[in-house]
């Protein structure tokens, strides 16, 4: 039935070792020899997005463990970004503002350089500025805001990984509007502007900016053709240009959203457990399967970051690590059209 939701325990669906409930038109279940071809491939090349579902390319091993962002118990949920290599999150400085440390493809991690330190904890989003490869560059995507505020007279900012470099993003920017929870993948950015005259979630491309929902967002994830977004306790997920608009979540306590370019991915608080979820590939006019993860992540873990298909790595009290074992099986690995 359109717009239905069903919810898949992966554990249980492979003890059962059935189908489960598939998304019409969706990829059928590989067998054992197929799932073991799928598996061998995910340490190759592929296109990672961030904890908020930004997408670059990631080159190389992961290691199971990254150094711990400093201080992570002063904010909530610090973000932690991922793509291309490079892991991005926020730390604590000894004076009480905040500055954007960076996890290197060689594995060094320093502070960001040559940028000002911000008055609250940044937000950033790695991602890529084009889709082919000749402009590419891996960049953050962050707000700077006045003050400690997180909300307030806030413009987009990118950060250039590799050449140390920022810039504002002045034709998301408005003067009028405060601009928040920036996504890029691709070149196309997804934010929230608050004030102004028109207030609301979205998305840029090279040649159009677009509102794509007149509410504001407070966490975005953008891929070359959908935007995820996070309305207090919803998932909304839609075309970039703002078609095809649906609900994938309400009433739950939901953060920290990815996307990958068929599935859609966050994080649930449930007591002292935090929940891993992801669709199943997205069908844009049938039901929705949402499965949850094999196992549960640490209580204190406050964001993930996905591969190209699930999420594989969250950020918790002692730092960056990846999910063992998998949270999703290996029938999420894309396989090529």
Same mark, same amino acid.
């Given at each position: 039935m ?13 003890r059962?070792?059935?189908p489960?409930a598939?998304v019409?038109?969706?990829?059928p ?8 071809r799928?598996d ?7 296109e990672?997005?961030?904890?908020l579902g ?11 463990e ?5 201080g992570?118990r =002063?904010r909530?949920?610090p973000p932690a970004a991922?793509?291309?290599g490079?892991?991005?999150?926020a ?7 905040w500055?954007l ?12 350089e040559g940028?000002r330190d911000?008055? !609250? ?5 790695i991602? !890529?500025t084009?889709f ?6 891996i960049v953050?995507?962050?707000?700077? =805001? ?6 307030s007279? =806030?413009?987009?900012y990118?950060?250039d990984?590799?050449?140390?470099t920022e810039r504002?993003?002045t034709?998301?920017?408005?003067a /009028? ?9 691709s070149?196309i ?13 979205y998305t840029?491309t ?8 007149s509410?504001?967002a ?12 996070r309305l207090g306790? /919803?998932i909304?997920? /839609?075309?970039?240009?703002?078609n ?11 953060? /920290?959203?990815v996307?990958?370019r ?7 608080r449930?007591g002292?457990r935090?929940l891993?979820l992801m669709t ?5 006019s049938?039901s ?7 196992h ?6 406050q964001?993930a ?27 999420f690995?894309?396989?090529p059209?």
């Amino acid at each position: 039935m359109r717009g239905e939701v069903v919810l898949i325990d992966v554990a249980v669906a492979r003890r059962r070792r059935a189908p489960a409930a598939a998304v019409d038109g969706d990829d059928p279940l590989l067998g054992d020899a197929e799932r073991r071809r799928a598996d061998r491939g995910i340490g190759r090349r592929a296109e990672v997005p961030d904890a908020l579902g930004r997408r670059g390319r990631a080159v190389g091993r992961v290691r199971d463990e990254l150094p711990a962002p400093v201080g992570l118990r =002063c904010r909530p949920r610090p973000p932690a970004a991922a793509g291309g290599g490079w892991r991005a999150w926020a730390a604590p400085k000894p004076n009480g503002r905040w500055q954007l440390v960076t996890y290197a493809p060689d594995g060094t991690t320093a502070a960001a350089e040559g940028i000002r330190d911000f008055g !609250a904890a940044p937000d950033p989003s790695i991602g !890529a500025t084009a889709f082919g490869v000749a402009e590419k560059r891996i960049v953050a995507v962050y707000s700077r =805001c006045r003050g400690s505020s997180t909300t307030s007279d =806030c413009d987009v900012y990118e950060y250039d990984l590799a050449a140390h470099t920022e810039r504002k993003l002045t034709r998301i920017s408005s003067a /009028s509007g405060s601009e928040t929870a920036p996504s890029i993948a691709s070149g196309i950015y997804a934010f929230a502007r608050r004030g102004g005259s028109w207030p609301g979630t979205y998305t840029a491309t090279r040649t159009r900016v677009r509102r794509v929902d007149s509410r504001v967002a407070r966490e975005t994830a953008v891929t070359a053709s959908r935007v995820a977004y996070r309305l207090g306790d /919803s998932i909304v997920m /839609s075309q970039v240009d703002g078609n095809r608009r649906r609900i994938l979540v309400r009433g739950l306590p939901v953060f /920290s959203v990815v996307i990958t370019r068929y599935r859609v991915g966050w994080l649930q608080r449930i007591g002292h457990r935090t929940l891993a979820l992801m669709t199943d590939r997205i069908n844009p006019s049938g039901s929705v399967t949402i499965r949850r993860g094999t196992h549960d992540l640490p209580a204190s873990t406050q964001s993930a970051a996905a591969d190209d298909s699930r999420i594989v790595e969250y950020l918790g009290s002692t730092g960056i690590k990846r999910a063992a074992p998998p949270l999703f099986p290996s029938t999420f690995v894309v396989r090529p059209d």
